[in-house]
């Protein structure tokens, strides 16, 4: 079986890609030209590719990204400061996280920001030994939600954490690995032969252990004060700022405000 998606009348371009062999569908972000870079039509079209997977059977899942980089982020030439950018992200980690069977992130190259958030909604990481992790959200001036820092602990302890949110220090596969966020090293081949064994396990097994693992308190609804603080940098001066120091390609200069 061979889908792809993100087709648009009057144009040839494809943006998701989707494959199977066996019981394992591989899902490609296909926008190389862009860095894989998440816009609207991109997150509408992978959701439908995850559902796809899962209604055609599949019992693993690969997600990917076609080029050198697994995913540089959401598009920041496009609308994604709008509230329905950001409501389509989160309804696409949700879905992600909470797909039925085991999905294996193969991180082909950088995952940073919204990339990475896909790659921590997997169940299993496979990292090149090249590729990187990071959110340097901070250096543009919007801030992550509470589910994302609290899985990116979950998945590479508090202190590790800090300094990617704090310092965006970015993490390396050796690193990654070390700290067990890559469960293992390789390319897509080594993600997708791993996937291939996973799919011959007991598929209400593999479920029950989604869950409970899953349940480490990421999901948990925050506290009103750090809601607010979160929205406070969205619909702050410096987030402005970010964007247009970005257009004007220089330094920003934040303020606090």
């Given at each position: 079986?061979?889908?792809?998606?993100?087709?648009?009348?009057?144009?040839?371009?494809?943006?998701?890609?989707?494959?199977?062999?066996?019981?394992?569908?591989?899902?490609?972000?296909?926008?190389?030209?862009?860095?894989?870079?998440?816009?609207?039509?991109?997150?509408?079209?992978?959701?439908?590719?995850?559902?796809?997977?899962?209604?055609?059977?599949?019992?693993?899942?690969?997600?990917?990204?076609?080029?050198?980089?697994?995913?540089?982020?959401?598009?920041?030439?496009?609308?994604v400061y709008d509230q329905d950018f950001l409501d389509s992200?989160?309804?696409?980690?949700?879905?992600?996280?909470?797909?039925?069977?085991?999905?294996?992130?193969?991180?082909?190259?950088?995952?940073?920001?919204?990339?990475?958030?896909?790659?921590?909604?997997?169940?299993?990481?496979?990292?090149?030994?090249?590729?990187?992790?990071?959110?340097?959200?901070?250096?543009?001036?919007?801030?992550?939600?509470?589910?994302?820092?609290?899985?990116?602990?979950?998945?590479?302890?508090?202190?590790?954490?800090?300094?990617?949110?704090?310092?965006?220090?970015?993490?390396?596969?050796?690193?990654?690995?070390?700290?067990?966020?890559?469960?293992?090293?390789?390319?897509?081949?080594?993600?997708?032969?791993?996937?291939?064994?996973?799919?011959?396990?007991?598929?209400?097994?593999?479920?029950?252990?989604?869950?409970?693992?899953?349940?480490?308190?990421?999901?948990?609804?925050?506290?009103?004060?750090?809601?607010?603080?979160?929205?406070?940098?969205?619909?702050?001066?410096?987030?402005?700022?970010?964007?247009?120091?970005?257009?004007?390609?220089?330094?920003?200069?934040?303020?606090?405000?």
């Amino acid at each position: 079986m061979f889908v792809v998606a993100g087709r648009h009348p009057g144009t040839l371009l494809r943006m998701i890609v989707s494959s199977a062999t066996g019981d394992v569908t591989t899902i490609e972000l296909a926008r190389p030209e862009k860095r894989n870079a998440l816009n609207e039509q991109m997150v509408a079209d992978l959701g439908a590719a995850f559902t796809a997977a899962v209604d055609s059977g599949a019992r693993a899942i690969v997600l990917t990204g076609r080029g050198e980089v697994f995913s540089a982020g959401a598009d920041l030439s496009g609308p994604v400061y709008d509230q329905d950018f950001l409501d389509s992200l989160v309804a696409l980690i949700e879905q992600i996280e909470s797909t039925p069977v085991p999905v294996l992130a193969a991180l082909n190259g950088a995952a940073l920001g919204a990339g990475l958030q896909l790659a921590m909604a997997a169940d299993l990481r496979v990292m090149a030994p090249s590729a990187l992790a990071g959110i340097p959200a901070a250096k543009i001036g919007v801030a992550v939600d509470e589910w994302t820092v609290r899985r990116l602990v979950s998945l590479v302890g508090a202190g590790q954490a800090r300094g990617m949110l704090i310092g965006c220090d970015p993490l390396t596969a050796d690193r990654a690995h070390d700290l067990g966020f890559a469960n293992r090293l390789g390319d897509l081949t080594d993600a997708q032969h791993w996937a291939a064994t996973i799919a011959e396990y007991a598929p209400l097994t593999l479920r029950h252990y989604k869950l409970v693992l899953n349940g480490d308190g990421a999901r948990d609804e925050a506290p009103a004060s750090r809601r607010e603080a979160m929205l406070a940098a969205w619909l702050s001066d410096d987030l402005q700022e970010g964007r247009a120091a970005r257009t004007e390609k220089r330094a920003p200069r934040f303020t606090g405000r």
